[in-house]
C-alpha cells in the first residue's frame, strides 16, 4: 500500500504498523485478540495522552484492592483500600523496636517497655497504629531524626492500653498525633466530664473549680484538717458544726460551748493570752483566723509581733514575721491539730516607736475522737 508517513505489514500473521523509518507503532495479535502498543510507542486518543509505562500501571488493578505498583482505585463504598499487618511490639528502644510498614498496624505484645516505630517520614503520609493490649502502654518511636507532636527528635510517644492513634507526617522529620492516644481513661471515665459545669456539682460527674477556684458545695462522709501525712479527722456532729451559723452569732456561740476563743491584740500589748483552754484527754481539729485590725508598719521603729500555737510550740501554726507587712482588712486562715492536754495561745511584743499593728485572732478547737 502507498504511505508517507504510516505502513503497515504481516509478520508471523500479525498485522504491523510501522511509521516511514520502520519502527512499530502497533500490531493486530490476532492469536491473542489484542491491540498491543510496544515500548517507546504513545497511545493518544482525544485529550488521553498516556505512554506504555503509564498504561502499565492499570494493567492489573483491581478496585478496592491494594496491587504493588499499580493504580489504586476506591472500593464499591468510596473507602480507599489499606495494607494491614499485625505488628509484635519487640525491644525497647528506637534502635531494636519493631518497624511499622503498613498503612494500618494492630500492635501485640505491649508491656510499657516493649515498642514500634514508624518509618521514615514523608509528607502526608498517614499510619495507623492500634495497641491491642488492655493492660500496658505502647512507646512509639519516629525513625532517626524524626520528632512527634513538637517533642524532642528521636524521642518516644507513649500511647495508652487499648488505644489507637493516626500518626500524620506534616513536614520533613515531622509527625503528629491525630487521637488521644496517650489518654488511659476509658469511655465511661471520660463521661465523668461531659456536660459538668465549673463550681457546679452533679450525680456521677466530676468536680471542677470555677473562676474563683469554687466547687460550690461539698458532701462529704468525713472530714480531715491539717498538713499532708499529719490530718485529724473532725468528728464534731452536724449540730455541733452548726453552733457556727449566723456569722458573728455563730461563733459566739462556738465559744460559749467551749469549742473556741478570741481575743484582740493591739501595739502595746506584750502578753501571752490563753484563747482556748487545753483539753484534758482528746486532741483537737483546729481552725484560726487571724483578722488584720490595723496595717503592720515598721515606721522608724520595731514592729509588734503575734506568734499562734500552744503550750511549748508557741509559733506552731503562725511565727512572729507573718504579719510583718499586712495590711488592715487582711484575713488569714490556718489549720492544726492541737495536742491534748495543751492550751491555744496568743504570744505578743509591743511595738517600739511609731510602728503599728494589730489583730484579732479567732479560733474554733473540735475534738478529733
Known amino acids: 500500500m502507498s504511505h508517507t508517513n504510516v505502513k503497515c505489514d504481516w509478520l508471523n500473521g500479525n498485522q504491523r504498523f510501522l511509521d516511514k523509518s520502520g519502527n512499530v507503532i502497533f500490531y493486530i495479535d490476532g492469536v491473542n485478540r489484542s491491540l498491543v502498543i510496544p515500548s517507546g510507542a504513545t497511545f493518544t486518543c482525544a485529550s488521553l495522552d498516556l505512554d506504555t509505562t503509564e498504561m502499565g500501571l492499570l494493567d492489573g488493578a483491581t478496585a478496592g484492592s491494594l496491587t504493588a505498583s499499580k493504580v489504586v482505585t476506591r472500593r464499591a463504598d468510596q473507602g480507599i483500600p489499606f495494607q494491614t499487618a499485625v505488628v509484635a511490639a519487640t525491644g525497647s528502644t528506637q534502635g531494636t523496636g519493631a518497624a511499622m510498614t503498613k498503612d494500618l498496624n494492630l500492635v501485640t505484645g505491649a508491656n510499657a517497655t516493649t515498642c514500634v516505630v514508624l518509618p521514615t517520614a514523608v509528607v502526608g503520609m498517614k499510619i495507623r497504629v492500634v495497641n491491642t493490649v488492655t493492660s500496658a502502654a505502647l512507646p512509639v518511636f519516629p525513625a532517626t531524626g524524626a520528632a512527634i507532636n513538637g517533642g524532642s527528635a528521636n524521642a518516644a510517644f507513649t500511647m ?3 488505644r489507637a ?3 500524620i507526617c506534616t513536614a520533613l522529620l515531622t509527625w503528629y498525633v491525630e487521637a488521644i492516644a496517650a489518654a488511659t481513661a476509658t469511655v465511661a471515665e471520660l463521661n465523668y466530664v461531659a456536660g459538668l459545669t465549673p463550681g457546679t456539682q452533679a450525680a456521677s460527674k466530676a ?13 462529704a462522709t468525713e472530714l480531715h484538717i491539717g498538713a499532708t501525712g499529719a490530718e485529724a479527722q473532725v468528728t464534731a456532729t452536724p449540730a455541733q458544726l452548726n ?3 449566723g456569722s458573728i452569732g455563730g461563733l459566739a456561740a462556738v465559744i460559749a460551748a467551749a469549742l473556741g476563743g478570741s481575743h484582740s491584740i493591739v501595739k502595746t500589748d506584750a502578753a501571752t493570752d490563753t484563747l482556748v483552754a ?3 484527754t482528746k486532741d483537737r481539729a483546729v481552725l484560726a483566723f487571724v483578722v488584720v485590725d490595723e496595717t503592720y508598719a515598721i515606721g522608724t521603729g520595731t514592729l509588734p509581733t503575734v506568734e499562734l500555737g500552744e503550750d511549748d510550740t508557741i509559733d506552731k501554726w503562725m511565727a512572729h514575721t507573718v504579719l510583718d507587712t499586712e495590711a488592715a482588712g487582711t484575713v488569714l486562715v490556718f489549720a492544726g491539730t492541737n495536742t491534748a492536754t495543751k492550751k491555744i495561745i496568743a504570744t505578743s511584743t509591743a511595738a517600739v516607736g511609731d510602728a503599728t499593728g494589730g489583730c484579732t485572732i479567732t479560733v474554733i478547737a473540735i475534738p478529733t475522737t
Request: aromatic content about 4%; glycine content about 8%.
Open 160 to 162: 495508652g492500653p487499648a
Open 165 to 167: 492513634a493516626t500518626f
Open 207 to 219: 468536680v471542677v473549680p470555677n473562676s474563683d477556684v469554687n466547687i460550690g458545695v461539698v458532701k
Open 243 to 245: 453552733l457556727l451559723a
Open 278 to 280: 487545753a483539753h484534758a
